[in-house]
């Protein structure tokens, strides 16, 4: 099992402060890596897939990079609406999918 | 606009079994791999299974494996996930999310549910 270590555990900035999330995986996922966020009582919503590719809708203050083991969730500007939890997930080797335990990004 | 509406949780002893339905509108059903995603209370999220547009294919977590199944009926909209032998550890909210790619599925996804609360407790 490919295993994912998101760090910081906790993040706390201000809005309009830039944020950057890791993600490590214990072996190559190549670009296979996704990010979603997760706000208390909701669902998540998928923000990035193969490391670097915003999904639909998503606003351009968040990017995604990296490759092989080492990935980063870059949120260039704040917005109140940004803090919330967010979770990497490996799909190199499906159907073993995977999650990182999360960071949460709370505000300063 | 796509919704997928959970539902069939809820409180059962260990050692029994529940259905989860998840009703999709929105989209073209048919045309997509589904999957099952859970979250235990307060930790993070567990792939859970995934069943081909055509219902022909399915894949499980070895937490799950022999115990739970997944199925879909394309002409009623509607995703399924059958759980036997539950254990206290199955305990989560379980969401229906749809697969971002039709036919093929790249187990990202793009679409979920509100999600369903089962407590496995006796």
Known sequence: ?108 | QVQLVESGGGVVQPGRSLRLSCAASGFTFSSYPMHWVRQAPGKGLEWVAVISNDGRDKHFADSVKGRFTISRDNSKNTLYLQMNSLRAEDTAVYYCARDQTVRAADYYFDSWGQGTLVTVSS
């Open chain 1, 1 to 108: 099992e490919i295993v994912l270590t998101q760090s910081p555990a906790t993040l706390s900035l201000s809005p309009g402060e830039r944020a950057t999330l890791s993600c490590r995986a214990s072996q190559s996922v190549s670009s296979y890596l996704a990010w979603y966020q997760q706000k208390p009582g909701q669902a998540p919503r998928l923000l990035i897939y193969d490391a670097s590719n915003r999904a639909t809708g998503i606003p351009a203050r968040f990017s995604g990079s990296g490759s092989g083991t080492d990935f980063t969730l870059t949120i260039s500007t704040l917005e109140p609406e940004d803090f919330a939890v967010y979770y990497c997930q490996q799909r190199s080797n499906w159907p073993s999918i995977t999650f990182g335990q999360g960071t949460r990004l709370e505000i300063k």
